[in-house]
């Protein structure tokens, strides 16, 4: 019985190995040829303008705007629709009674009319005209909107490639730290360097680790915010950016970024179609005060006249509604929009200037870490550690220089970081990008 028992045990378990081979067997092509493939081609790396066509393309508030636009074109068709003729049938004297029951159309004078009303002073033109003049400021309000998106979407590309650099410095620093401990280890096997100062490395070595994790999520977060702005449903591990995350010296100057503002700017441009539309509006608010005849044309039939045919002008006579109050309405809109003009152009140069400034300063902090301290403070820390490795330098001075060189790196990704907000703010205020 004993035996029998384990001969099926075996059996069942040549069975199962058998099953689990097969399997193996039949998924390892497939294992093979996934390990072979790059890892890039699993990944979508987009660069800016990538990045830019893509968000054009799907971001649903800029096609919201796009048919806010064609809802304004439509309307030009029905501003310049003509009025409609009016047709008017009557059948009068129908007496079924008398003086003929058998006759109750003997009488009957049948009459057709039909009318129009004839629009004068351009009226049909000028609510054409204003109605284009509405699709233009449309158009503008749309572009002013993809402005400020486009100011967005720079900003989160900007992070992600910030959030790379620093990913990249933290990886870069944790393998350095890693192989000095790598030599310290070396050096306290010799007797050359205390239990106590191998520990204080060690646990030094959690900052660094700190800073890895940080920079991880932080361009995860940065590729998340990226990707609801270009409203994808790409995975965020197959996602990622590239471009050049450095500062440029190359500039334009003040006077040719404001004659570029005042020509690029969508709002301003809103604001000047807003002052043409005010003058058209109110135009056609004289327009709309003249009197409009209406003629009219009808034919009949009245016994012993078989047939009649007659005409008429009907003319209003405007007395006391003369369009009195749209008249004064559009005039004094036509001063608002004047000022609203002024107040969009003085927020123009407010803008550029601002922009400007904050440039400026960033670029007055970022030109001594790229010609000294960057240098300075690789140098201190490859000297200082040279020294420690040889018993030139204290542990302290080793992990002072170590914490420099950190602190100098980060503090300059973030001013190349701040240098690119700068930039974007220059490009919104401009109107367009005027600093890639």
């Not at 294992?31 to 987009?46: E, N, T």
């Not at 005060?289 to 045919?309: E, K, L």
């Not at 001063?335 to 609203?340: A, K, M, S």
Request: charged letters at 25%; proline letters at 4%; glycine letters at 4%.
């Amino acid at each position: 019985m004993k035996q029998t028992v384990e001969k099926r045990l075996r059996d069942r378990n040549r069975v199962a190995n058998g099953f689990v081979l097969r399997a193996l067997l039949t998924a390892l092509p497939g294992l093979i040829l996934a390990s072979c493939l790059p890892q890039a081609a699993f990944a979508q790396v987009l660069t800016w303008q990538q990045v830019r066509s893509q968000f054009e393309t799907n971001n649903p508030a800029l096609r919201a705007a796009d048919l806010s636009v064609d809802e304004s074109r439509a309307q030009e068709i029905t501003a310049f629709l003509r009025p409609n003729p009016t047709a008017t049938a009557t059948l009068d004297q129908f007496n079924p009674l008398w003086p003929n029951p058998y006759r109750p159309l003997g009488f009957l004078l049948p009459l057709v009319s039909t009318s129009y009303l004839h629009e004068r002073e351009d009226k049909r033109e000028l609510r054409l005209e204003s109605a284009k003049k509405n699709t233009e400021i449309t158009a503008s309000q749309r572009a002013d909107l993809e402005r400020n998106l486009l100011f967005n979407l720079r900003g989160a590309f900007v992070q992600a490639l910030q959030a790379k650099a620093i990913l990249e410095v933290a990886r870069e620093n944790l393998a350095y730290y890693d192989r000095l401990l790598s030599v310290s280890q070396e050096r306290l096997n010799a007797g050359d360097i205390s239990q106590v100062d191998m520990q204080r490395l060690d646990l030094q070595r959690v900052q660094y680790e700190s800073d890895v994790q940080t920079a991880e999520v932080n361009t995860r977060t940065a590729k998340i915010q990226l990707l609801q702005l270009l409203n994808s449903r790409t995975p965020v591990e197959q996602f990622d950016v590239t471009g050049t995350f450095e500062y440029s010296e190359s500039l334009l100057l003040p006077d040719d970024l404001r004659r570029m503002a005042l020509v690029s700017r969508p709002d301003l441009m809103g604001a000047g179609y807003a002052v043409d539309k005010a003058g058209t509006d109110h135009k056609l608010a004289v327009s709309n005060g003249s009197a409009d005849p209406t003629f009219s044309v009808d034919a009949g039939r009245n016994p012993p006249i078989p047939i009649y045919v007659g005409g008429s002008v009907s003319v209003p006579i405007r007395i006391f509604d003369r369009n009195q109050g749209e008249k004064a309405r559009t005039e004094i809109d036509i001063q608002r929009t004047r000022r609203v003009q002024e107040t969009a152009t003085a927020q123009v140069f407010s803008d550029v200037e601002s922009a400007l400034a904050a440039l400026n300063g960033t670029l007055n902090l970022l030109r001594p870490y790229k010609a000294k301290y960057l240098d300075e403070a690789a140098k201190v820390r490859d000297t200082i550690s040279f020294a420690y490795q040889n018993g030139g330098a204290s542990l302290l001075d080793f992990l002072n220089a170590q914490n420099e060189y950190r602190s100098i790196r980060m503090s300059y990704l973030n001013l190349v970081g701040s240098y690119f907000t700068a930039a974007n703010q220059v490009n919104l205020a401009v109107g367009r990008e005027v600093i890639q």
